[in-house]
């Protein structure tokens, strides 16, 4: 074998330094399969182009973000369960008592609270009316009875038949004692006539008043859940989906929600809704008398009911005095003079009407209290038996 010229030797070696050195400072191109993506150089000035190619594995599937808030778990989780239990109450019953009244259809709301059909709204919504048209949250339409209403508190109960075989959902009554400012409460209704419309807030007051056909009812609960016209006798929940109260005003300028909504406690509710239901009035003990507020002391008597116990005790209004002008004309003239002015009831001073009326129904029918009464310019003692009231108010 012959030896390989050195010259030979010197091309190999040098060519194989050449094929490390290029190996060594170029770029190493992985397969194609491989290859997420190339970057082409651009024009100068211009930003590197990317171009998308095959890749081994698909890009995972970005997916939204479900999850929920503790407020928004609440907010579900209570309408579902009490939604079905709110029904839209219409005065008009029927196309053609709209067309022979002449009136518009009015709504309101109200809770089923009994499985046998029992519904709690507010007297306001169903004054006047003996049947009102309810409708159901999937869209039936029964007519309901007005069974009981009670216009001192603003409460009335509404009684259906529902279908034989329909279960309908109850709302559970709650403790409005335990309402504090701060506590979350939802309110469920037909504002406008859209029907079981929620909307939620917090209690913003407890304890306000209201004054209702002469009245003053306590311990009003104040919220700032939106409260429209048709949400009156609909419920105002706590976050457990009980009833804590019975929404029934807004104060506003305009007559819309502005933030302060009233609802009447649950608790008065309690010790109304078994007097509707078994008498369908409220019974209270009474005298007899309508009474209006002087501005200096004391409580003006307007009226004494005929056969009243107030009228058998001897209390007096005002007179109507007749003066003859001649010529057949004829002046009535009431004598404000006349009526006797109630100063005490046992003993304690009469400031407000709401005082006078919340003392006398703290009693019981056939007990007796004592008025102080100015007539004439003296102050005189008159003992007054208390009965039943013999209206629905």
Known sequence: ????????LSFLALNSLAGLFLAMTLPVIPP??????????????????KLAQKTDKPAPAVKPDTRLSEDEQINIRVYKAANKAVVNVSTISSPEQTLISGGRESFGSGSIIS????????NHVVA???NVRITLWDGTNLQGVVYGVDPQTDLAIVKIEPPK??????????DSEQMEVGRKVLAIGNPFGFDRTLTDGIVSSVGRTIEENNRVIKGIIQTDAAINPGNSGGPLLDSAGKIIGINTAIKSV????????????????????????????????????????LSDRG???LKVAKGSTAEAAGLTGPRLVQYNLGNGFVLNQTDWGAADTILEVDGQPVNTIDGFFS???????????????????????????????????
């Open 254 to 293: 305009s007559g819309q929600s502005a933030g302060i909504g009233l609802a009447i406690p649950i608790n008065m509710a309690k010790n109304i809704i078994p007097q509707l239901i078994a008498h369908h009035r409220v019974i209270r003990p009474e005298m007899g008398v309508d009474v209006a507020l």
């Open 299 to 301: 409580l003006r008597v």
């Open 165 to 174: 075989g329909m279960k309908l959902t109850v709302l559970p009554l709650g």
């Open 128 to 130: 006047g009316s003996q």
């Open 115 to 122: 499985a046998d059909g029992f519904i709690l709204t507010n």
């Open 32 to 49: 194609a399969e491989a290859v997420s993506h190339v970057t082409r150089v651009s024009q100068p000035g211009k930003a590197p182009i």
């Open 359 to 393: 003392y006398i129904e703290s009693k019981k029918p056939n007990q007796t209290v004592t008025l102080t009464i100015l007539r004439a310019g003296r102050k005189v003692k008159i003992p007054v038996k208390l009965t039943v009231n013999t209206t629905s108010a």
């Open 1 to 8: 074998m012959k030896a390989i010229p050195k010259n030979v």
